[in-house]
């Protein structure tokens, strides 16, 4: 922050006249939303009694971005969540929860249940024709390192970011020091964040980098995404997404799509979960997965296949590993996603679909109803049929969203019921939760 700071101090002393520092600010952009959230959790668990949490917050982001001058802009972006009306049992996911997790190894504690304020984004950026260069706090979204706004808030990182533009596509270049999860209002080292206490035990070290390769190209029907992600001393994370889109004479659209992801433990990791005894129960990390889908759309109706698959291997710490708020795999759903392994010092964990041996069939129907004078309301059904061989039985999921926009106003209901909800620790075991029902109420007025 310290550098942002002296940044823009060094660019504003070196304007040539007052009215153009005036005009740099004046013709900025303010914009921002309010957004209301309720979230209610139903956990049946076999031998164990029922439990039942909610809660309600209100918050949003409040952003303002300069004007470009001389290929300059710098902007920020205030961001707050404010539970109101708590119960006992608090649901915190809304809230602070990785705050609990960091600081009193509780998710859902006192520290989980207080609201919050932070400077999400604080940024200082120069454009010269294709080439973009930008420092500070930003909210990105790539396949494994992602912004993540299921909550009421999203997740950033703080680090600096070249892009440059071809003719069809770009590549780009990130150094990413901090990450700040959506439910905390703390800029923690990135992978510190992901390992937790166990961080030095691990690497070697107290915090760590993540440096990322990009590059998107894209043609007439198909396109192309790449990414390395590159963590010394932690691991090494590459991912790929080939994509074809057409719209057939017979008014059909169709999209295919298919995506690979590999992951590999580096240097001091690479050694250090090798031992026995380790976090991971001496086995190293090594991921493979793979997923395809098929997306067929005519008028206002929309029609999903997805399949992943994590490979297995026995001898290996196989599931992926995700501590950034990434859910890539085609198959994710509301509830069936990654996204407690981005709690803080939680990254080896993992949750149905990206566990090793996992494969995911997703069916979904999208429908909107213009057509009928009705205008803005869409529904979604989404089913999940999660299989691996180390489930005592399929985790099944079954979503339902019905959703209203109407110009910068949008609300959400959503229905969230899991069969067999499972999850995986550090060293393989799997535990299952027989019924998880959610639901939310999610209001988002922009302006």
Request: hydrophobic letters at 40%; zero cysteines; glycine letters at 10%.
């Given at each position: 922050?310290?550098?942002?700071?002296?940044?823009?101090?060094?660019?504003?002393?070196?304007?040539?006249?007052?009215?153009?520092i005036y005009?740099?600010?004046?013709?900025?952009?303010?914009?921002?939303?309010?957004?209301?959230?309720?979230?209610?959790?139903?956990?049946?668990?076999?031998?164990?009694?029922s439990?039942?949490?909610?809660?309600?917050?209100?918050?949003?982001?409040?952003?303002?971005?300069?004007?470009?001058?001389?290929?300059?802009?710098?902007?920020?972006?205030?961001?707050?969540?404010?539970?109101?009306?708590?119960?006992?049992?608090?649901?915190?996911?809304?809230?602070?929860?990785?705050?609990?997790?960091?600081?009193?190894?509780?998710?859902?504690?006192?520290?989980?249940?207080?609201?919050?304020?932070?400077?999400?984004?604080?940024?200082?950026?120069?454009?010269?024709?294709?080439?973009?260069?930008?420092?500070?706090?930003?909210?990105?979204?790539?396949?494994?390192?992602?912004?993540?706004?299921?909550?009421?808030?999203?997740?950033?990182?703080?680090?600096?970011?070249?892009?440059?533009?071809?003719?069809?596509?770009?590549?780009?270049?990130s150094?990413?020091?901090?990450?700040?999860?959506?439910?905390?209002?703390?800029?923690?080292?990135?992978?510190?964040?992901?390992?937790?206490?166990?961080?030095?035990?691990?690497?070697?070290?107290?915090?760590?980098?993540?440096?990322?390769?990009?590059?998107?190209?894209?043609?007439?029907?198909?396109?192309?995404?790449?990414?390395?992600?590159?963590?010394?001393?932690?691991?090494?994370?590459?991912?790929?997404?080939?994509?074809?889109?057409?719209?057939?004479?017979?008014?059909?659209?169709?999209?295919?799509?298919?995506?690979?992801?590999?992951?590999?433990?580096?240097?001091?990791?690479d050694?250090?979960?090798?031992?026995?005894?380790?976090?991971?129960?001496?086995?190293?990390?090594?991921s493979?997965?793979f997923?395809?889908?098929?997306?067929?759309?005519?008028?206002?109706?929309?029609?999903?296949?997805?399949?992943?698959?994590?490979?297995?291997?026995?001898?290996?710490?196989?599931?992926?590993?995700?501590?950034?708020?990434?859910?890539?795999?085609?198959?994710?759903?509301?509830?069936?996603?990654?996204?407690?392994?981005?709690?803080?010092?939680?990254?080896?964990?993992?949750?149905?679909?990206?566990?090793?041996?996992?494969?995911?069939?997703?069916?979904?129907?999208?429908?909107?109803?213009?057509?009928?004078?009705?205008?803005?309301?869409?529904?979604?059904?989404s089913?999940l049929?999660?299989?691996n061989?180390?489930?005592?039985?399929?985790?099944?999921?079954?979503?339902?969203?019905?959703?209203?926009?109407?110009?910068?106003?949008?609300?959400?209901?959503k229905?969230?019921?899991?069969?067999?909800?499972?999850?995986?620790?550090?060293?393989?075991?799997?535990?299952?939760?027989?019924?998880?029902?959610?639901?939310?109420?999610?209001?988002?007025?922009?302006?």
């Open positions: 922050m310290k550098k942002i700071i002296l940044l823009s101090l060094i660019l504003i002393a070196s304007a040539q006249a007052a009215n153009s005009s740099w600010f004046e013709e900025g952009t303010l914009k921002g939303n309010v957004k209301y959230y309720y979230i209610e959790t139903q956990k049946d668990k076999p031998n164990a009694a439990t039942s949490a909610h809660a309600n917050a209100i918050g949003g982001k409040l952003s303002y971005t300069t004007a470009n001058w001389n290929g300059f802009q710098t902007g920020a972006t205030f961001m707050t969540t404010n539970g109101f009306a708590l119960p006992n049992v608090v649901d915190a996911s809304i809230i602070g929860r990785d705050n609990g997790v960091r600081l009193e190894g509780n998710p859902s504690g006192e520290i989980a249940q207080a609201s919050f304020a932070v400077l999400g984004e604080a940024f200082l950026s120069y454009m010269y024709k294709d080439f973009t260069a930008l420092y500070g706090r930003y909210v990105i979204k790539t396949p494994l390192i992602h912004a993540k706004v299921v909550r009421l808030l999203p997740s950033s990182v703080q680090g600096a970011f070249v892009d440059y533009k071809l003719n069809k596509g770009s590549v780009g270049a150094y990413l020091t901090h990450f700040k999860q959506r439910t905390s209002d703390k800029f923690v080292n990135i992978v510190k964040h992901a390992l937790g206490d166990n961080t030095r035990a691990i690497t070697g070290d107290d915090k760590g980098e993540v440096v990322v390769l990009d590059g998107l190209f894209k043609g007439d029907v198909s396109s192309v995404r790449l990414y390395n992600y590159y963590a010394q001393d932690f691991m090494n994370s590459f991912y790929i997404d080939v994509n074809f889109k057409n719209k057939l004479a017979s008014g059909w659209t169709v999209h295919a799509g298919y995506q690979y992801i590999n992951q590999k433990s580096i240097g001091n990791a050694n250090n979960l090798n031992k026995v005894g380790s976090l991971t129960g001496g086995q190293r990390i090594s493979n997965a997923g395809f889908k098929f997306v067929a759309g005519y008028d206002e109706s929309k029609f999903n296949f997805d399949f992943t698959k994590v490979l297995a291997d026995s001898n290996r710490h196989d599931s992926l590993v995700l501590p950034w708020d990434g859910t890539p795999l085609y198959s994710n759903m509301i509830t069936s996603n990654d996204l407690f392994q981005s709690n803080y010092g939680k990254a080896l964990n993992a949750d149905s679909i990206y566990i090793g041996g996992t494969a995911g069939i997703k069916l979904a129907y999208t429908q909107k109803y213009d057509f009928t004078g009705f205008k803005g309301f869409k529904t979604t059904f089913y049929n999660a299989r061989s180390q489930f005592d039985k399929n985790q099944r999921d079954y979503n339902a969203v019905i959703a209203y926009g109407i110009g910068n106003f949008s609300l959400a209901l229905g969230i019921w899991v069969r067999h909800s499972t999850s995986q620790d550090t060293v393989g075991n799997i535990s299952q939760i027989d019924k998880l029902t959610q639901y939310r109420v999610i209001a988002n007025l922009k302006f």
